[in-house]
């Protein structure tokens, strides 16, 4: 990747966020400027991926015989892209389950305070799905 290709690529990125916080801070207060902001955030956000996604695959050999170096590069790559996903989609859906347990949780202790143990329990075992996906990351990582 050439370095005019590299700050192509920053510079996408960093206007992917200056510009919607920059139209969210601006102007008056109204539902318009919102949807708005959340229209220019989702357009760079999505934007920045369709550049890496041209990026990462324009630079792919279209002849069959390609070197072993190269498969290994790009496995090593998805090798890496995984590890990144498992971490981040279980962060996610620990963060989710967290946010429904702990609330459930502190409103039973407010009523019952004999309900602490129960309740700690069940928000240990919602962040215990953010550990198993740094766990599964570690293992990917691992084979790499």
Do not use: H, W
């Amino acid at each position: 990747m050439t370095l005019a290709v590299k700050l192509l690529l920053i510079a996408a990125l960093v206007l992917g966020i200056i510009i919607p916080f920059g139209t969210f801070l601006l102007g008056e207060k109204s539902k318009k400027r919102y949807k708005r902001t959340i229209g220019a955030n989702a357009f760079f956000f999505f934007g920045a991926f369709v550049v890496a996604g041209i990026m990462l695959f324009s630079g792919m050999p279209a002849q069959a015989a390609e070197t072993a170096g190269t498969a290994s590069s790009s496995a090593t790559g998805f090798g890496y892209l995984a590890a990144a996903l498992s971490t981040g989609l279980s962060c996610v859906g620990g963060g989710i389950a967290v946010a429904s347990a702990a609330s459930a949780a502190l409103g039973a202790i407010s009523e019952d305070s004999s309900a602490l143990g129960k309740s700690l329990i069940f928000v240990g075992l919602a962040e215990g799905v953010c550990l198993y996906g740094l766990i599964i990351s570690f293992m990917i990582l691992g084979k790499l």
